[in-house]
Nanobody, 127 residues
């Protein structure tokens, strides 16, 4: 069964770092664009970053994480990463990865229930 599995969450202090992983199981994500998202309690899910397929691997970020978060991919490991630095308490959320099955990030901020999502991993930043 094809699925995305996030890992790497946990508790971290303000100013610390975390690297999240999004591993594909049952399919190759080499030709898929992958996005990272988060949802904090009581808030809507928000898109954070996206990386296009292995064809070019271009990256996109929303302003709130630009300069602090880095998305990357290791196609040999069938995994996409989100390196998060200078973490703040407001970064506390459940983090998800997703794909719409295509190679472009053009609409990643609008990916939703019809697309493919992992189960999420909790990141808690203590003050």
């Amino acid at each position: 069964q094809a699925r995305l599995v996030e890992s790497g969450g946990g508790l971290v202090q303000t100013g610390g770092s975390k690297r999240l992983s999004c591993a594909a199981s049952g399919f190759s994500l080499r030709y898929d664009a992958i996005g990272w998202y988060r949802q904090a309690p009581g808030k809507e899910r928000e898109g954070l970053a996206c990386i296009t397929s292995a064809v070019d691997g271009r990256t996109y970020y929303v302003d709130s994480v630009k300069g602090r978060f880095t998305i990357s991919r290791d196609n040999d490991k069938n995994t996409v990463y989100l390196q998060m630095n200078s973490l703040k308490p407001e970064d506390t959320a459940v983090y998800y990865c997703a794909t719409d099955g295509g190679g472009s990030c053009n609409s990643y901020l609008r990916w939703g229930e019809d697309d493919y999502w992992g189960q999420g991993t909790q990141v808690t930043v203590s003050s």
